[in-house]
T-cell receptor, first 115, second 111 residues
Framework: NAGVTQTPKFRVLKTGQSMTLLCAQD?????MYWYRQDPGMGLRLIHY???????AKGEVPDGYNVSRLKKQNFLLGLESAAPSQTSVYFC??????????????FGPGTRLTVL | GEDVEQSLFLSVREGDSSVINCTYT??????LYWYKQEPGAGLQLLTY?????DMKQDQRLTVLLNKKDKHLSLRIADTQTGDSAIYFC???????????FGTGTRLQVFP
């Protein structure tokens, strides 16, 4: 199993450009999440999904959109990138139907710089 | 509200013990977790504790849970340079859809 994968690994954008980050998991997990990590601020939840076709807002959703058209994929979109969106983005997934302690599995991250 | 707090930095000498502390707010959490993030990587589950337990030991790791004070700690015995990382405590939020993470503690191990 590849686990949770993210593409791309690095990206540099200019202010106002758009892009989509792709997250894929091969563990048949129902739940998927997008976080951003900034120095001294830990992980902040952007959006999440509890199943195919459903999405919900997290702590910092403004400026981002998501889609979960297939169970294994969770896309994060930036329609008009801003320098404040410079961050490291992590995707994660878990299944509440699995082991009782509900481990959340993380991708390797995407480092995004907006100039 | 949901809030998990940790100190930001800890520096220890190789071979000493490290203790990372965390306070949380949701007393209904069934499990509490410690995740480890190595440089340039995503988070990985390091260990967890069931809320009915006071202590859990796993090789060099000891987790202590004080439910009365809502305090969780992670002790690493014989700390090695490979233990240098950011450590996050976490609990599931009220509706169990989201993990709530602390701000992370950066552990630096020096020789």
């Amino acid at each position: 199993n590849a686990g949770v994968t993210q593409t791309p690994k690095f990206r540099v954008l200019k202010t106002g450009q758009s892009m989509t980050l792709l997250c894929a998991q091969d563990m048949n997990h129902e739940y998927m999440y997008w976080y951003r990590q900034d120095p001294g601020m830990g992980l902040r939840l952007i959006h999440y999904s509890v199943g195919e076709g459903t999405t919900a807002k997290g702590e910092v959703p403004d400026g981002y959109n998501v889609s979960r058209l297939k169970k294994q994929n969770f896309l994060l979109g930036l329609e008009s990138a801003a320098p404040s969106q410079t961050s490291v983005y992590f995707c994660a997934s878990n299944s509440l139907a699995g082991v009782s302690y509900n481990e959340q599995f993380f991708g390797p991250g995407t480092r995004l710089t907006v100039l | 509200g949901e809030d998990v707090e940790q100190s930001l930095f800890l520096s220890v000498r190789e071979g000493d013990s490290s203790v990372i502390n965390c306070t949380y707010t949701d007393s209904s959490s069934t499990y509490l977790y410690w995740y480890k993030q190595e440089p340039g990587a995503g988070l990985q589950l390091l260990t967890y504790i069931f809320s009915n337990m006071d202590m859990k030991q796993d090789q060099r790791l000891t987790v202590l849970l004080n439910k009365k004070d809502k305090h969780l700690s992670l002790r690493i015995a014989d700390t090695q340079t490979g233990d240098s990382a950011i450590y996050f405590c976490a609990e599931w939020g009220d509706n169990t859809d989201k993990l709530i993470f602390g701000t992370g503690t950066r552990l630096q191990v020096f020789p």
